[in-house]
């Protein structure tokens, strides 16, 4: 069962790059990473998905190493309304979505 | 075109009373999901539904939350004689034919409280 630990809180300033990394040690062979935001009151919804090496959209880009353990989600030039709170999801045989990574965007 | 909708959009009752919680998925999408999500807190799986059948609905709490679905589209969760512990947002996904990979759109929720 593929599990996912990310930090539980992250703070950043408007203009700044932000990192947020997720470990899924046990991922299986045929398992995407995909990552989820949520704003308060708000359903999640998909922000972006890879398999392996990097994956780029208009919203953030994503790092996935070759032993595929981890990944980092990565939001260029963050502004306020990047505070949410992002869900890394392995999707093995269970929808797990975890406690995700509060982030708080500062002026 | 139209996203998940989901109704009420909040609940009060009072301990011991049954609730009926609806989604209604986008048009097409064979497969739903609920989750229930209590304040600060993580999504909780609860079911999962491909077309009107259930293959796992391994995260009910307990044999007071039952749900369905009906012609492949609209579904009710039902909670039974609820309990102060059932407050959360109740959230319902779908997504195009449940492949694991897929994207999963929520609706916005519906907020429950048990006084």
């Known amino acids: 069962l593929a599990k996912t630990t990310q930090p539980i809180s992250m703070d950043s300033y408007e203009g700044q790059e932000v990192n947020i990394t997720c470990s899924h040690n046990n991922i299986a062979t045929n398992d995407y990473i995909t990552w989820y935001q949520q704003f308060p009151s708000q359903g999640p919804r998909f922000i972006i998905q890879g398999y392996k090496t990097k994956v780029t959209n208009e919203v953030a880009s994503l790092f996935i190493p070759a032993d595929r353990k981890s990944s980092t989600l990565s939001l260029p030039r963050v502004s306020l309304s990047d505070t949410a709170v992002y869900y890394c999801?392995?999707?093995?045989?269970?929808?797990?979505f975890g406690s995700g990574t509060r982030l708080s965007i500062r002026p | 075109g139209a996203g998940v909708s989901q109704s009420p959009s909040n609940k009060v009752t009072e301990k011991g009373k049954d609730v009926e919680l609806r989604c209604d998925p986008i048009s097409g999408h064979t497969a739903l999901y609920w989750y229930r999500q209590s304040l600060g807190q993580g999504l909780e799986f609860l079911i999962y539904?491909?077309?009107?059948?259930?293959?796992?609905k391994s995260g009910l709490p307990s044999d007071r939350f039952s749900a369905e679905r009906t012609g492949g589209s609209v579904s009710t969760l039902t909670i039974q004689r609820t309990q102060q512990e059932d407050s959360a947002v109740y959230l319902c996904?779908?997504?195009?034919?449940?492949?694991?990979?897929?994207?999963?759109?929520f609706g916005p929720g519906t907020r429950l409280l048990v006084l």
């Open positions: 539904f491909q077309g009107n059948s259930a293959p796992d």
């Open positions: 999801l392995v999707d093995a045989s269970k929808i797990i």
């Open positions: 996904a779908s997504s195009l034919q449940g492949a694991k990979q897929e994207t999963q759109y």
